[in-house]
């Protein structure tokens, strides 16, 4: 089982960037995948989720310090996650991480390497 982080890099305040977190090993369907953020000094925090299916779309969680800014989706044909993350701000500089769970609320079993992002001007 494997999770692919990439996306990050340098981006200016009130920019956008795209983060992927590509899996393989299991069948993206029937796993909930969630970004996480540790930022230097402070703990890891989860930013978003994206959960099982109700049989035609899955359910999404935000933190709310990115509700309206970040979008979380998913291409199941090819096992990719996303992270939409705009108008974003120097308190988003992080290192994110993408995770997979049985569901969201449960305990995230895998783990991806991190990409950095970081807000700055």
């Known amino acids: 089982v494997q999770l692919q982080a990439s996306g990050g890099g340098l981006v200016q305040p009130g920019g956008s960037v795209r983060l992927s977190c590509v899996v393989s090993?299991?069948?993206?369907?029937?796993?909930?995948i969630g970004w996480f953020r540790q930022a230097p000094g402070k703990e890891r925090e989860g930013v978003s989720c994206?959960?099982?299916?109700?049989?035609?779309?899955?359910?999404?969680y935000y933190a709310d310090s990115v509700k309206g800014r970040f979008t979380i989706s998913r291409d199941n044909a090819k096992n990719t996650v996303y992270l939409q993350m705009n108008s974003l701000k120097p308190e988003d500089t992080a290192v994110y991480y993408c995770?997979?769970?049985?569901?969201?609320?449960?305990?995230?079993?895998?783990w991806g390497q991190g990409t950095q992002v970081t807000v700055s001007s």
């Open positions: 090993g299991f069948t993206l369907d029937n796993y909930a």
């Open positions: 994206s959960g099982l299916s109700d049989g035609s779309t899955h359910s999404t």
């Open positions: 995770a997979a769970a049985e569901s969201c609320a449960y305990e995230y079993d895998y």
